[in-house]
Nanobody, 122 residues
Framework: QVQLVESGGGLVQPGGSLRLSCKSS????????MGWYRQAPGQQQELVAL???????DSADSVKGRFTISRDNAKNTVYLQMDSLKSEDTAVYYC????????????????WGKGTLVTVSS
C-alpha cells in the first residue's frame, strides 16, 4: 500500500510562488508515473503535471512555463514548483502515483494523497 502525503499549500498573492511536496511511504523507484492534479471548487479534477521514472515530464497547457514537476527518488518525494501564480490556479492539489502510457496519453493513478489547498488571492 502506497501512502502519499502532500504539503506546501497555502495562501499566496498573484504573481507569487509556492513549492508543493508529495512524500511517498514506499520507494518511488518502483512507481512509473507520479503526477499532480488539481480540483477547483465546482470543477472537475484536471491533470497539472506528470513525471515518469526516467524524468520525462509533461504539463497542462495552462501551466506550461510556470509550473515545474520534479522527483527525488532518494527522498521518495515529488515536487511541484509553481511560479507566476494566478487566481485561476486556486484549487486543491493532489498527488497521484500509478502507471500509464505517454503514447496513449492515458494515465491511471492507483494511489492518491489527501490534497493540499492552494489559494491565490490578493
Amino acid at each position: 500500500q502506497v501512502q502519499l502525503v502532500e504539503s506546501g499549500g497555502g495562501l499566496v498573492q498573484p504573481g507569487g510562488s509556492l513549492r508543493l511536496s508529495c512524500k511517498s511511504s514506499v520507494s518511488m523507484r518502483g512507481i512509473y508515473f507520479m503526477g499532480w492534479y488539481r480540483q477547483a471548487p465546482g470543477q472537475q479534477q484536471e491533470l497539472v503535471a506528470l513525471i515518469d521514472l526516467y524524468d520525462m515530464t509533461d504539463s497542462a497547457d495552462s501551466v506550461k512555463g510556470r509550473f515545474t514537476i520534479s522527483r527525488d527518488n532518494a527522498k521518495n518525494t515529488v515536487y511541484l514548483q509553481m511560479d507566476s501564480l494566478k487566481s485561476e490556479d486556486t484549487a486543491v492539489y493532489y498527488c497521484g502515483a500509478g502507471g500509464g502510457s505517454w503514447a496513449d496519453k492515458k494515465f491511471i493513478m492507483d494511489y492518491w494523497g489527501k490534497g493540499t489547498l492552494v489559494t491565490v488571492s490578493s
